[in-house]
């Protein structure tokens, strides 16, 4: 069958093309969504709100910050997921992003969604290393201490996670894969909960991140006997990485944007250099210490590949450590 298009009906098809990309280069034109799949108060809410403000800054519509909590941050995940394409709408997305589809892929439970298919990658803004932390008045000293302990009477360790099959307790199976010896995990609902019992000795030791440890460090109530980092801290210097205890593991928490897939890419490389300009201010520098953050500046190939390789290897760990979640 021939198909014949009048003068009228090419020239309109011929214009649509510098149309579209006009409206991408006059992109935004209305104000931006940032979901924080978290409730107010974290240090993703807090990383989220330091960040809207010069990325509003460089695009020049305001960027209003939206905490849809749930489900270890599921919830937030999919409404992004969900949502129009337009780069309008984010997601302050963070490791659980590629540890959910692994822990459901590897129990059999429907997957909620594919992080390298159902998103866009858009920059990732920075990462902390894993900190293996006890209580001030802990007679472990160091990494070795706790697992000579829980060598020595085997599962008489606890080590508290917020939750099962959530990072921090994929974490813990890691440790205990690459160190060869066993501990007894003990779930919370959220490190938060889990902090009291850490501090008075009901569980001996915890993986957490910088931003809730540095306080109880500070303070004298926590010591971190371990970072699971390439090489020791600036901010510590005198505690050694696992590697250099014994243990070769490196991991650690990452926090970066996303959107829906199927974002133009012209919006994409838009919001990406704006987020990188925001995240290099003077402002934001100066608070990524007290987050406990490094910077991290991967573009949306090199976070889309981060992602593919995370998720492959929380997998292993869940099929490995037999996890079911509760």
């Known amino acids: 069958m021939t198909i014949k298009l009048t003068r009228r009906a090419l020239a309109a098809a011929f214009s649509a093309v510098p149309f579209a990309a006009r409206a991408q280069a006059n992109w935004p034109t209305r104000p931006l969504r940032m979901i924080v799949p978290f409730a107010p108060g974290g240090g993703s809410d807090t990383l989220g709100r330091l960040l809207a403000t010069p990325l509003a800054a460089e695009l020049g519509q305001p960027v209003v910050v939206e905490n849809r909590a749930g489900a270890g941050s599921q919830i937030g995940a999919e409404a992004v ?115 009291p019992d850490v501090l008075n000795g009901t569980v001996q030791a915890m993986i957490q991140a910088m931003a809730t440890a540095a306080p109880l460090v500070a303070a004298g109530q926590m010591r971190v006997i371990g970072v699971a980092a390439e090489q020791r801290l600036a901010s510590m210097p005198d505690v050694p990485t696992l590697r250099e205890q014994g243990v070769d593991l490196v991991a650690g928490f990452w926090w970066g944007v996303l959107g829906p897939a199927g974002i133009p890419a012209p919006i994409v490389e838009r919001l990406q250099q704006a987020i990188d300009k925001s995240m290099a201010t003077e402002a934001v520098q100066a608070r990524l210490p007290a987050l406990g953050l490094q910077r991290l500046q991967l573009g949306p190939d090199a976070f889309r590949t981060m992602l593919v390789n995370e998720t492959a290897r929380w997998r292993e760990v869940v099929t490995t450590a037999g996890i079911k979640p509760e």
Request: zero cysteines; hydrophobic letters at 45%.
């Open 81 to 195: 997921m969900r949502s129009p394409p337009d780069g309008l709408t984010l997601l302050l997305g963070d490791t659980p992003l590629a540890t959910i589809p692994a822990v459901q892929a590897a129990t059999g439970q429907p997957v909620a969604f594919d992080t390298g298919r159902d998103f866009t990658p858009i920059a990732t803004l920075g990462v902390a290393p894993a900190l293996l932390v006890v209580a001030s008045n802990s007679p472990f000293r160091t990494t070795r201490d706790l697992l000579e302990a829980a060598r020595a009477r085997p599962e008489a360790v606890n080590v508290a996670s917020g939750g099962t099959a959530t990072s921090t307790h994929l974490m813990i199976e890691l440790l205990q894969m690459r160190s060869g010896v066993k501990v007894t995990h003990v779930p919370y609902r959220g490190t938060g909960a889990a902090l």
